[in-house]
C-alpha cells in the first residue's frame, strides 16, 4: 500500500506482558515518529527517527519503553511490563527530509488489562 | 469504533454553513502550524499549514489564519459537508526539533444535516 501500515490494529496485553508494535513507514521517507494518544486527547510525542537514527526519544515516558528502526525502514515500539496506564492508541508517522506534512498510520489500539 | 472525542469542545453546524475551529497555541518559536483531521478510528490526517512568517493561507475549502499576537490559530472551512464530521486538532511544528509536532486540545465538529 502507499500509506503508513500499523499492526496489530488492537492488541490486548494482560499487565506485565511485553508488547511489540509494528510500522512500515511510506517507501523512501527518512523521517520515522512514534506518538501516544489517550483518549479524548491529542496525540503526544514519543520518539523521533531519522533513518536508523533515534535522534529523539525524549517523550518516552519510562525505560520500559524502547523502539527501533535498524535499517531505517521499518520500526519497533517495544513496550516491556505493560501497566495500565500504558493503554492508548499508538501512532507511527512518517515524513520526507525536511517535509513538514507528516503521513500517519491508523494506529494500534493498546488495551492493558 | 471508539470516538476519538469523547470529552472534546464540540462544534454543530448545518451542512452547508461554514465552520470555524479556534486554537491558541504556546510556542513562539515555532515554524509552522498545522491542521489535522482525525476521523474515529483512523490517524490523524493532514488538512493544511501555515509558516510562521504568514498570517493567512487558503486551500481547497479551507483558510487557515494565524495571529501570532495573541498566539491564535484558527481553521475556517467553507460549505462544510457531513464528511467534515471529525475532531480536529492543531499542532505546531519547530524544523530544530526534527519536525516533531506538539498538538493542541482537539475540537469535535458535528454536520447536522
Known amino acids: 500500500g502507499a500509506g503508513v501500515s500499523q499492526s496489530p490494529r488492537y492488541k490486548v496485553a494482560k499487565r506485565g506482558q511485553d508488547v511489540a508494535l509494528r510500522c512500515d513507514p511510506i517507501?523512501?521517507?527518512?523521517?520515522l515518529f512514534w506518538y501516544q494518544q489517550a483518549l479524548g486527547q491529542g496525540p503526544e510525542f514519543l520518539t523521533y527517527?531519522?533513518?536508523?537514527?533515534?535522534?529523539?526519544k525524549s517523550g518516552l515516558p519510562s525505560d520500559r519503553f524502547f523502539a527501533e528502526r535498524p535499517e531505517g525502514s521499518v520500526s519497533t515500539l517495544k513496550i516491556q511490563r505493560t501497566q495500565q496506564e500504558d493503554s492508548a492508541v499508538y501512532l507511527c508517522?512518517?515524513?520526507?527530509?525536511?517535509?513538514?506534512?507528516?503521513?500517519f498510520g491508523q494506529g494500534t489500539r493498546l488495551t492493558v488489562v | 469504533g471508539e470516538s476519538v472525542g469523547l470529552h472534546l469542545p464540540t462544534l454543530s453546524v448545518q451542512e452547508g454553513d461554514n465552520s470555524i475551529i479556534n486554537c491558541a497555541y504556546s510556542?513562539?518559536?515555532?515554524?509552522?502550524f498545522i491542521w489535522y483531521k482525525q476521523e474515529s478510528g483512523k490517524g490523524p490526517q493532514f488538512i493544511i499549514d501555515?509558516?510562521?512568517?504568514?498570517d493567512k493561507r487558503q486551500g481547497q475549502r479551507v483558510t487557515v489564519l494565524l495571529n501570532k499576537t495573541v498566539k491564535h490559530l484558527s481553521l475556517q472551512i467553507a460549505a462544510t459537508q457531513p464528511g467534515d464530521s471529525a475532531v480536529y486538532f492543531c499542532?505546531?511544528?519547530?524544523?530544530?526539533?526534527?519536525?516533531?509536532?506538539?498538538f493542541g486540545g482537539g475540537t469535535r465538529v458535528l454536520v447536522k444535516p
Open positions: 501555515i509558516r510562521s512568517n504568514m
Open positions: 499542532a505546531e511544528n519547530m524544523a530544530a526539533a526534527g519536525n516533531k509536532l506538539t
Open positions: 517507501s523512501g521517507h527518512v523521517s
Open positions: 510556542n513562539s518559536a515555532s515554524d509552522y
Open positions: 508517522a512518517s515524513s520526507r527530509t525536511g517535509g513538514t506534512e507528516a503521513f
Open positions: 527517527f531519522q533513518n536508523e537514527a533515534q535522534l529523539d
